[in-house]
């Protein structure tokens, strides 16, 4: 006799939703969200221009931890259950010494935050800032200020074993 295993508690982005960082310091995305947190369906959320970023880390309910010059973070993108856009940042790790305000090389992949349970992964994106520029804080600091760069949003439907960053 076959057995079957039944996947339960599955945590799926169903849809492309198109993450990019807006003006300023806000996000858009060109399609509304659809996806479903261990298993359950959330409360869908429309297409959204140039919306305020959220400025409290998801998973500590604190304020960002500002990005130093010479520094990354990964920020991963997603929505609660009841379709609330909300950020988490990954732990600031130390990049190569850049140059003005070209941002230094990796020496280690900065890795992915921990995710609190209510928690849909939609979007990441890795932050860097260099020697002149001014420390990057999430839903403050304008994402092409001088010294910023800041990776395309890396839109996924779960999310990987890691960040890419090439």
Known sequence: MA?????TGITLNHVNAGFVAGTTSTYTTTAGTAFSINGKFGTTLATQTNT???????????AF????YDNCACLVWGTTLAGVIAVCQGPIVATAAGVTTTVGAFIAAPQFPALPENFCPMAYQIVRVAPTGSSFTTGVTNWTASGISCTVMKNISNLPDRPQIA
């Open 3 to 7: 057995s079957f295993s039944q996947p």
């Open 65 to 68: 931890t500002a990005i130093p």
């Open 52 to 62: 305020a970023s959220p400025t409290l880390d998801s998973n500590t309910g604190l």
